[in-house]
Nanobody, 125 residues
Framework: QVYLVESGGGSVQPGGSLRLSCTPSGSVFSINAVGWYRQAPGKQRDMVAQIFSGGSIGYADSVKGRFTISKDSAKKTVYLQMNSLKPEDTGVYYC???????????????????WGRGTQVTVSS
């Protein structure tokens, strides 16, 4: 079982910056991808950025050129650097981890999907 701890949210003015952090704890057989999703009140939760185990990265069109997702393997942390923030970036940001359940001894046992509790990002003047 894996738990995701998110931090870095806050309130900023338009054009400001924030950096979100996601640190997993626990264990899983393997990790396929870690992503950031956001959800505004009354809206669906949408993907913002994700990084795959092979190193490929994907972004939502609305954040391309402004957001950067990265990872620090030594710290076991995934970051989302958010620059040039806009009011429409406001929402709760959730970290998501997708991988395989199991162990080294027993091998993979199926897909695993874990969510953090979210961190609030508010962009307003």
């Amino acid at each position: 079982q894996v738990y995701l701890v998110e931090s870095g949210g806050g309130s900023v003015q338009p054009g400001g910056s924030l950096r979100l952090s996601c640190t997993p704890s626990g264990s899983v057989f393997s990790i396929n991808a870690v992503g950031w999703y956001r959800q505004a009140p009354g809206k669906q939760r949408d993907m913002v950025a994700q990084i795959f185990s092979g190193g490929s990265i994907g972004y939502a069109d609305s954040v391309k050129g402004r957001f950067t997702i990265s990872k620090d393997s030594a710290k076991k942390t995934v970051y989302l650097q958010m620059n040039s923030l806009k009011p429409e970036d406001t929402g709760v940001y959730y970290c998501n981890l997708r991988g395989l359940r199991g162990s080294v001894r027993d091998g993979p046992k199926g897909d695993y999907d874990s969510w953090g509790r979210g961190t609030q990002v508010t962009v307003s003047s």
